[in-house]
């Protein structure tokens, strides 16, 4: 009876010690009470610096009335439709793996923006030397990851300027020395779209 009574006071003392650890704390697995109103600092991401320097812009014009490679056709046409606004397109990257930077410009016609011209200039140092050069309009050029992509119009007789029968779209990678063909597709298009001469709504069909 002693040594049963003795294990039982054991016992007692034993889950007393343990009630205390829990609810005093921190060594129990869980604190009782309101949960703890503490800031927690979470370490924001710091933002990555860029190294990509900024293309810088050029007179495009100048450039062009200056390159004895624009024939004078185009240079005739070089005329602002509206004030001191050219109907020119200028797009700035990075094609031909220069340190510099290259850039496409494409001449069109102010009405229809028909396109008249398109060229490549490569910068070296501070000048811009003509790499690419394509005048059978219609002709748009444009850049597309990393590429050089020259777009021409094809009419047949009748069409308008604005449905042309096809189109040939032509890629080109630089080589080390200069543009290489690299892929050519070409698209016809559906006469029936785009014209409605002649044509009228579609009736609703009756019910």
Not at 46 to 72: M, Y
Not at 73 to 97: F, M, N, Q, W
Request: glycine share 10%.
């Amino acid at each position: 009876m002693l040594a049963a009574g003795t294990t039982a006071v054991a016992g007692l003392a034993a889950f007393g010690l343990l009630t205390t650890a829990c609810s005093t704390g921190g060594t129990g697995t869980r604190d009782e009470g309101e949960a703890r109103t503490d800031k927690v600092s979470h370490a924001s991401p710091t933002p990555t610096a860029t190294t990509e320097a900024p293309f810088k812009k050029i007179n495009p014009v100048r450039l062009l009335k200056a390159d004895p490679k624009v024939s004078d056709r185009v240079k005739a046409d070089l005329k602002p439709c509206v004030k001191d606004e050219y109907p020119i397109d200028v797009s700035y990257g990075h094609i031909t793996g220069a340190t510099g930077q290259d850039v496409v410009v494409n001449v069109m016609t102010c009405g229809d923006a028909v396109g008249l011209g398109a060229y490549v200039y490569r910068e070296d140092g501070s000048s811009y030397d003509n790499v690419f050069t394509s005048e059978e309009a219609p002709v748009y050029a444009e850049i597309d990851r990393g590429d050089l992509v020259v777009t021409r119009q094809m009419y047949a007789k009748g069409d308008k300027p604005a449905f042309a029968s096809s189109e040939i779209v032509t890629t080109y990678r630089w080589s080390g020395t200069k543009f290489a063909k690299h892929d050519q597709v070409e698209n016809d298009f559906s006469k029936a779209v785009g014209n409605d001469e002649g044509t009228e709504a579609p009736v609703p069909a009756s019910p």
